[in-house]
């Protein structure tokens, strides 16, 4: 049958005899260097692989930071960009926890109402966009508007304790919608080991790439001695370096 994505239902209930899917969507092409993704050009990088270099979570983010219609252009570096978005989620938590831990001072109501009206504002903004054909860059538009708010007072040097459960509230709201929703870690204490062992690599092939532009071949090439020993082999290219397992 053609066109076969817009009858791929119809294919695999008649092959089956069984309800095959309840909602089916179709994502954009991915990119690399702005060619299409595909084995007979070689230009591909599995899913393993990409969990491998940046862990699940990292590229988990990375794939929802567009909208799925649209087509993406796969790059390490941007991984490694997306996961500063992450990190800004993971920290806001933290801070929220700091707050809720930090004994409190009487006081804060009023404050304490206002920041309720904005998580409410900004829990119901995630859910207009993804109700908006699964538009998850604007949630995710909403999840940040939603740590502006929780960082504006959990950063206070002094905890109040009117304020310490619209906090928690908040914290609660972004658990929820970011990791229970979106599928994203957010407990700091929670990361998986590909989380924290792709940062370490990115640093320290930053340091690398500047001991390089300073001429200090020697500690360069130390660090690429060192990570190859450890099972991380380090592939230079012209438009920068690049680092794989095995």
């Known amino acids: ?45 599995t899913i393993d ?19 799925y219609r649209s087509q993406m252009d796969y790059s390490d570096s941007a991984v490694t960009e997306a996961g500063r978005g992450l990190e800004r989620l993971r920290i806001a938590v933290q801070n929220a926890q700091r707050y809720l831990a930090a004994p409190a001072q009487p006081g804060g109501e009023a404050e304490a109402a206002a920041l309720r009206e904005r998580i409410a504002t900004q829990r119901q903004a995630f859910y207009d966009a993804m109700d908006d054909d ?21 950063t206070a040097p002094q905890a109040h304790a009117a304020l310490q459960p619209a906090v928690r ?18 407990q700091p204490t929670g990361a ?22 300073q001429r200090q071949f020697a500690i360069a090439d130390e660090i690429r001695s060192r990570l190859q020993a450890l099972g991380i082999t380090v592939e230079d290219r012209p438009e920068g370096s690049t680092w794989r397992k095995g």
């Open 1 to 45: 049958l053609f066109p076969h994505n817009e009858d791929e239902i119809a294919q695999s209930e008649c092959a089956t005899q069984k309800p095959f899917a309840r909602y089916w969507m179709h994502n954009g092409s991915l990119l690399v260097n702005g060619e299409k993704m595909s084995k007979s050009k070689g230009n591909f990088v």
């Open 192 to 213: 998986a080991e590909g989380d924290l062992v792709a940062p370490l690599v990115e640093l320290l092939l930053s340091i690398r790439q500047q001991m390089r532009q």
């Open 49 to 67: 692989e990409g969990i491998r270099r940046h862990g699940a979570h990292r590229l988990r983010y990375y794939v929802i930071s567009s909208h």
């Open 134 to 154: 699964f538009n998850t860059p604007a949630a995710l538009a909403a999840l940040f508007g939603l740590v502006t708010e929780l960082n504006r007072v959990a």
């Open 169 to 186: 509230e908040g914290m609660e709201t972004l658990l929820t919608l970011g990791g229970d929703v979106l599928g994203l870690e957010l």
